[in-house]
């Protein structure tokens, strides 16, 4: 079976950091591409980053020079480490798992920011 599982999420101040792992098992995970999402109450899930099996990266404008996105392929895991965290941050963050048109979507993740 394949499961991709999020963990990390929790409540910071404005201005801390946090740091998500995204664990996937099943899966050749140096061949995939994860992307992180995330989805604020009422609103659409949206992209954040993402890196690719090269190690590429991309970051959603919003994040850029906060978010920092890495991979360990020894231990099947993606991190998000998120800085200088502002009230537009607070959402379920999701971690995507994709090879092609085979993917996987983890449970998410709570992040909160206390003002």
């Known amino acids: 079976d394949v499961r991709v599982v999020e963990s990390g999420g929790g409540l910071v101040q404005a201005g801390g950091s946090l740091r998500l792992s995204c664990a996937a098992s099943?899966?050749?995970?140096?061949?995939?591409?994860i992307t992180w999402f995330r989805q604020a109450p009422g609103k659409e899930r949206e992209f954040v980053a993402t890196?690719?099996?090269?190690?590429?990266?991309y970051y959603h404008d919003s994040v850029k020079g906060r978010f920092t996105i890495s991979r360990d392929n020894g231990k099947s895991t993606v991190y998000l480490q998120m800085n200088s965290l502002k009230p537009g941050d607070p959402a379920v963050y999701y971690c995507?798992?994709?090879?092609?048109?085979?993917?996987?979507w983890g449970q998410g993740a709570r992040v909160a920011v206390s003002t």
């Open positions: 995507n798992a994709r090879l092609g048109a085979e993917q996987y």
């Open positions: 099943g899966v050749t995970f140096s061949q995939y591409g």
């Open positions: 890196i690719y099996a090269s190690y590429n990266t």
